[in-house]
């Protein structure tokens, strides 16, 4: 596994986000921080009127602004994730190829 965490532009340690990936099948995860300030009853106020879809202030997201110093480490990452997912595509399709070749020699 690999992380890397970014901090918002602004600062604000809410805003950070953390995108992890699987080195092994180029799975890329994108992780928030949700916030838990609120009392239960005030957060199942807010989910509430979420799912009626009524409207608030400042809407139901918040956001996380990347610094462009990030943006060449997020771009590698993204790129790392792709080049491992065509790889484990190409692993898979390769044994579907070989496993069906099998079956159909057994067959004859």
Excluded at 30 to 41: D, G, Q, R
Excluded at 68 to 87: F, I, N, T, Y
Aim: with cysteine; aromatic share 10%; glycine share 4%.
């Amino acid at each position: 596994m690999e992380f890397k965490y970014l901090t918002c532009k602004c600062g604000d340690f809410m805003h950070t986000v953390r995108f992890t990936l699987d080195t092994e099948d180029g799975e890329l995860w994108i992780e928030t921080h949700m916030n838990h300030e609120l009392p239960w009853y005030m957060r199942a106020w807010v989910a509430l009127r979420y799912v009626l879809a009524m409207p608030t202030k400042y809407g139901h997201f918040d956001v996380s602004m990347i610094e462009p110093k990030d943006v060449g480490d997020l771009r590698d990452m993204l790129d790392c994730a792709e080049a491992l997912q065509s790889k484990t595509m190409a692993s898979r399709t390769l044994r579907q190829t070989q496993e069906k070749h099998v079956t159909t020699n057994e067959v004859l």
